[in-house]
């Protein structure tokens, strides 16, 4: 290996996005949703082999270049976990203690714990990082990966730069350092991996998590007059009219402003492509006989009705009326849990989504600093629609590819009517301020608006707002994203 003196700087971060930086326990957390740790300790293991033996890395499946994301995998965690000791070694004195009894519960309830650790290094798993680091530093684990990626591509074993006892120790300290950040990971993400059975609203301890329980709503299928059921048997020949590969029809609420019904349909996706465009198609077509605003799945979701990706057809049928059901077409109503993230703690694309809204969230100010107002307001726009996206996941298992706010703002009219009573009034008071946030949504090939910066941080004030009612909802706090924002 290259002995000499490195510059003072090349101890920093080299793979790090700035709000990475930021935020490094995202990295320690994407590090084990790649794979579990036996699993990177065997892909660790395999890597260590092609360096010390001739032949070269060749993945069955993804070939030699499959090695690069491993590479790079580990760098990144290896310059997280350096960011993560240096706010330890500041916030230690902050954080509570952890005891034997704290280990011996996490033993029972973790879905997976290290048996490479002392007590000592379990109690404190950073004195496995400072120990990692004593020996090796951060820019010296760079060097390493960086011999180990070119000789584990040669046909050719080790050169003589590379001696086996380098190799060995940085190979023992990362199968370590893999044990210690998956208890760091554990510990410091707002939501622990369980074993099944182990409810983190129940037993991590943490307030913003307990809190979530507050929020009680109903499932309570939605009450149709006579007027309405009338209505829906129209509306439902006029579906069928324009797109006959409808399968099913559930009413499932009422809009008031525009007065509108709200309609789940099932469509066959082989012979109809489902997108925006369809969606558009409909409610154009109907707009002489009345507002509708549909949302449109594939019938594929209906041979895995429990799965995650048909989670929200389930609290559609818990919550809505059949009004149309196709011959073959079978429903089973689950029991429906709401929050549906109740008891999908496990599933982290909310935890993703509200990551997404405070990542944005924090370049907003950057923006407008630079006097760069209209990319300000698409920050807004982007943080506004991954907090809708993470509540309504939360709330409903609802997903989308394609996301709106204006039509997400309506999803939320299923449990709550604050966000789109918001969303109406900054229409009716400030018809440009509306008008200027749902045109950032749009490709950045259009020409920008005219925007001021006052206009900008009038929006922002906006999104403040919502992140408040979002997270009220999520937790019952009425601050906003504080365990996401402020890190």
Known sequence: MYYGVHAPWDHSPKFLRFLEIKNPIILVKHFFDARTV???????????????????????????????????????LIESLYLLLLEHEHTAYRKKEVTIEDIIEEKVQWSWYPT??????????????????????????????VEWLVAALSAQAINEELTASEIFTVYDHLKKLYSAAWVIRQREYDYPLLKKGHSAYEDSGRDEVKNALKVTLSTNKIEQTPAEKFALKEITNGILKIVPSVKAIIHINNISNPEAFMLYLLVDGTKT???????????????????????????????????????????????????????????????????????HIGMSYHQLKLTEASMC??????????????????LIAQSLRASLQALLFFMTGYKTATPDIERLSWLTTLFTNEIENRFEQLGNL??????????????????????????????????????????????????????????
């Open 38 to 76: 036996e699993a990177h300790e065997q892909r660790l293991t395999n890597w260590r082999d092609h360096v010390v033996n001739d032949g070269y890395y060749n993945d069955q499946r993804f070939g030699p270049g499959a090695l690069y994301h491993d590479y790079e995998l580990n760098i990144r």
């Open 116 to 145: 490479a650790l002392t007590e000592k290094e379990l109690l404190n798993p950073y004195l496995v990082v400072t120990n990692a680091f004593a020996d090796i530093k951060p820019q010296e684990f760079r060097d390493h990966f």
């Open 273 to 343: 492509p489902i997108n925006r465009a369809l969606n558009e198609l409909i409610e154009d077509g109907l707009k002489n006989l009345i507002c509708v605003i549909t949302v449109i799945e594939s019938t594929e979701i209906l041979k895995g009705i429990s799965e995650d990706n048909s989670a929200f057809l389930a609290y559609v049928l818990a919550k809505g009326v059949i009004v149309y059901q196709a011959e073959g077409v079978i429903f089973e109503v689950p029991k429906v849990t709401v929050p549906y993230a109740k008891d």
């Open 361 to 378: 969230f924090d370049l907003i100010d950057y923006r407008i600093e630079e006097q760069r107002a209209f990319e300000a307001v698409v």
């Open 430 to 487: 400030e018809t440009d301020l509306h008008t200027h946030l749902m045109g950032a949504q749009t490709d950045y090939d259009d020409i920008p608006p005219t925007l001021t910066v006052e206009e900008a941080l009038q929006l922002k004030i906006e999104l403040v707002h919502h992140r408040m009612i979002v997270k009220a909802l999520m937790t019952g706090s009425d601050e906003p994203f504080a365990h996401v924002a402020d890190n």
